[in-house]
């Protein structure tokens, strides 16, 4: 399916919108193409089995000739993680800026594809001009060093992508958001705005991280024992902050977790995080000092079932494991679905004997997201002609909205869009276009998008009542039953306390299969369906479950 | 197993500590015993297709000719629910208010026990002696009417179980909490308090229930269009304050929903709630009024996939359908874990064009449990000499357990309780006793304990990968393959797309056979070890995936 893009600049989101995940941003004009971002998302509680999800890239394959750039706002999965499976694909150059294509090379090097992939730094000044584009970046605050969000220069005019962003008026590298270069975009005039909605429902202005900064602080001073404190793992501005607070008193801090070691190590390496040569000790070494003198930082603060904390509060960690007296700071919030996990989490250490500093009682953790007068500000430093709300479910996208009217927007010039919708700008003047194939590839182990309806559908029937399979074998010529029917269940029940249900349930099969191979012995379809039948409704009369029934009938 | 109860009070909570859920609490006095509650959990995630989860009753059982009484402190499913699967192993009265047995005895109808049962009506003036046991009631506020706690008089003393309450200045029923009573306890001298730990990580003090119908009153005046709103069935007092600003709105009340309908009848047929004989109209008649003159009230406030709410919001309710300007009003805080499925409810109605109110963008609902401030209050009222925090997760009793000795309760008299402990008293004096067989019976279909945890593994391995059977037919003389080897995958891979994978698993098996059955033909086991090993082997090299195999060797 070949579209029309000559002459008119095409906005297509490819993922990020209606939902919290797989960030990806297609701008088409005429024979050019770049894209914004190409993220990952967690599976639905529904998607049985699946590791992860990515957006569906058939329009960006089928368009490659298109296809000039990449650019990344900031190194969260939800923006980088889809990145190796684009690049197995298509071809491009990947521009980003220095600690987000430090920590991009770690994972193309993970998945073997770094030598193969162009990843070309940008700072603020850079201008990179590819085809009908032009593109510049601009620095925001958010919960990982080096975001930024991008103006893209077009023949229609700018339009400005801000990625994900704060206006933290004290962040801890010190370097604010680029206030200059904003207003400076919203002076020259800009055609379109797309803003982050994450935290579009609520009020008021998101605390510094460095507010943080200060309960870590005196928990780390007034610690008897050790402290432990867990995070995400990219989140460098509260890892820098960790850091000084043990520093300050007087603290080794040991690192434990893989993802928390690598990007530690990243950030450190390129000059983004300030660390004391006597700071780090090897986790081997935590015995040789006072629990007074210990800090850890480890991952597991969505209380993730192989996570280093939750492994130690589980007490089944290799190395580290948590004592009585040792202070354990959970510095994060949930993300929706984790809740169980994590009070699991909290509920142990507590019984352990820790003591536990988390959200609920305490102020551990802020959002890296900009609340609703951040998003207006946002809105009035770039005062664009039209807005599209993205980033966020349908209900922040919506209430995103009626912040962009209440700072003047003209209602008629915003637009929620869905992943695949097209918008095209053409002599300044925007409308809905038609749509293009967007949706999510979903990613079991190697497999990429061979995780269909039908596979989850089963996986759901399986994982609700088990599954019962009947094996018969029954003459060629008369029918009868040569062996079996023998039923084999998994899942179902526990079959040493089901014998009669299952002896009665072999009774049926018999019983069902003599009636119909009399009837017509060659129809195997109706003797498969109808074993089928007959046991589940049977097995429902009696259990009130439907476990998946597979009937094999073998002749000989 | 047989104990020792003679001569002392023992305490056992055989549910509800260290859990929200299947609240149960077992008072054993010489040849005497009673049980406060007999509620239900809704299973955890890892619980696969487990309906609901009830307390292990074993030790009722072995004590069955003790057992006097059970007393109900209110009707909601954490302290009714496991009430039918008691009554069908053990005969024995339950007590409770006017209210709770109302909605007990719908309850025990549907499970068609309801004739076999004793239930006696109690009130605040009631005085029960069961052999060494003496207990009444005083009356709580909670998210339910006609909810109590208990006092239960013993020749060790006197023991105060609290049952969920709140302490609400201005009730929608006009009932306070009977202060009088508790105070006397308190000044009579209580042995030991059992109280509620729900809310005890919440500082200050619950809101009142009027607060939410101020809001209610607000919109039903405001609202152009219908409102439909959607909250817990059980809440009696929120249902009273929808029913009151739709007769001060002047709109008519349609009820959808089976346990709304159930509930409001009830309470309406006991005179708990007031209802005009005008207000009411059925789902069907809606169409007769004017949008402005007409509010729902609706189930699935929780976004349960088959509730009235959910299916509205997916345009698949066969009766009401939601439009364009309609206003609903979600007036519920999410149980953790329904978080996701609420917010894709929310969505829906969205995007359909509602105005949607939810908790986090306006008050339109309270907790029915007391925060930290009336958790004190209760404490001082009662002035016990030992306490137990029951009734919540630890972090919770841990919690509690700070706040008792915050008002003076000595910390070794206090008794952080894990479900099955005994708790003795002797001679005023408390000391914790051994343990008695106790934890969680999971509820399938007809089911009850039929589903363990091989069963659970084998559902969760299933709805990771699905399932690979293999079937094969060897020659009873020579070991060779006379039919097959036969691959049937379900949840695995969409097969259209994995011939090539199956072909090869195909030949893998049966060259293993081959050589096996060269080896032994007749080690059944070792054939079926081999074929699963090797093709497990090839499928996570293949696939990273780790489908169940489950292979069917047969000899002709």
Same mark, same amino acid.
């Given at each position: 399916m070949s579209k029309n893009f000559s002459n008119k600049l095409t906005i297509i989101p490819l993922g990020g919108l209606g939902e919290i995940g797989k960030n990806m941003t297609a701008y088409v004009y005429g024979n050019d193409m770049i894209v914004v971002d190409a993220g990952l998302k967690f599976p639905e /509680? /529904?998607? !049985? +089995? $699946?590791?992860i999800v990515i957006p569906d890239i058939t329009f960006l394959v089928e368009n490659k000739q298109k296809f000039k750039g990449l650019f990344l706002t900031h190194a969260h999965e939800d923006h980088i993680g889809g990145l190796p499976y684009v690049l197995k694909t298509l071809q491009v150059p990947v521009y980003g800026t220095r600690l987000t294509l430090g920590l991009v090379e770690a994972k193309l090097r993970e998945h073997g594809i770094l030598d193969q992939t162009k990843l070309i730094p940008i700072t603020n000044e850079s201008e990179i001009q590819l085809g009908e584009f032009t593109v510049s970046c601009f620095h925001v605050n958010h919960s990982i060093p080096d975001a930024v969000g991008f103006a893209i220069d077009t023949p229609e005019g700018i339009v400005v992508q801000t990625g994900d962003f704060k206006f933290d008026q004290t962040p801890v590298d010190g370097r604010h958001a680029d206030y200059a270069k904003m207003t400076a975009l919203g002076k020259r005039g800009v055609l379109a705005l797309l803003s982050d909605s994450t935290n579009a429902e609520r009020p008021g202005f998101t605390m510094s991280e460095r507010t943080v900064g200060a309960t870590i602080d005196e928990v780390f001073r007034n610690a008897e024992g050790r402290v432990i404190l867990s995070t995400f793992a990219s989140n460098i501005h509260r890892l820098q902050q960790v850091i000084f607070a043990a520093e300050r008193s007087s603290r080794k801090v040991a690192v434990v977790g893989r993802s928390m070691v690598n990007n530690l190590t990243i950030a450190r390496d390129l000059g983004y995080l300030q660390v004391l040569p006597t700071t780090l000790i090897e986790p @081997? @070494?935590? &015995?040789?000092?006072q629990a007074r003198e210990i800090a850890l930082l480890t991952t597991g603060s969505q209380g993730e079932p192989m996570s280093a904390l939750t492994r130690m509060a589980r007490s089944a960690h290799r190395k580290v494991e948590i004592y009585p007296g040792d202070t354990v700071i959970m510095a994060s919030s949930p993300i929706p679905g984790n809740e169980k996990s994590i009070s699991r989490t909290i509920d142990q250490l507590f019984r352990i004997g820790a003591n536990v500093i988390y959200q609920s009682v305490s102020g551990v953790h802020v959002s890296g997201h900009g609340s609703q007068e951040e998003l207006k500000l946002m809105l009035n430093f770039i005062r664009p002609k039209y807005f599209v709300p993205v980033h966020g479910e349908f209900r922040m996208q919506n209430r995103h909205k009626e912040l962009a009217i209440a700072t003047g927007v003209d209602p008629q010039n915003i637009f929620i869009m869905d992943n695949g919708d097209m918008l095209e700008f053409q002599g300044g003047v925007a409308r809905m276009g038609g749509k293009v194939q967007a949706g999510a590839i979903m990613i079991d182990g190697l497999g990429v +998008?061979? $995780?269909g309806n039908i596979v989850l559908r089963d996986r759901k029937l399986l994982s609700q009542d088990g599954i019962l399979v009947v094996v018969v074998t029954l003459s060629k010529? =008369? +029918? =009868?039953? !040569? &062996?079996g029917p023998d039923i084999i269940s998994r899942g179902f029940v526990y079959v040493r306390e089901s014998e009669q249900l299952l002896d009665e349930a072999n009774r049926i099969v018999s019983s069902t299969l003599q009636r119909l191979a009399t009837e017509n012995i060659n129809d195997w379809n109706g003797l498969k369906t109808g074993v089928r039948d007959a046991l589940s409704r049977f097995l429902y009369e009696q259990t009130r479950r439907r476990p998946m029934v597979l009937p094999i009938i073998m002749e000989a």
């Open positions: /509680e /529904e998607m !049985l +089995g $699946v590791d @081997d @070494d935590i &015995s040789r000092y +998008g061979d $995780v010529q =008369t +029918g =009868t039953i !040569l &062996s």
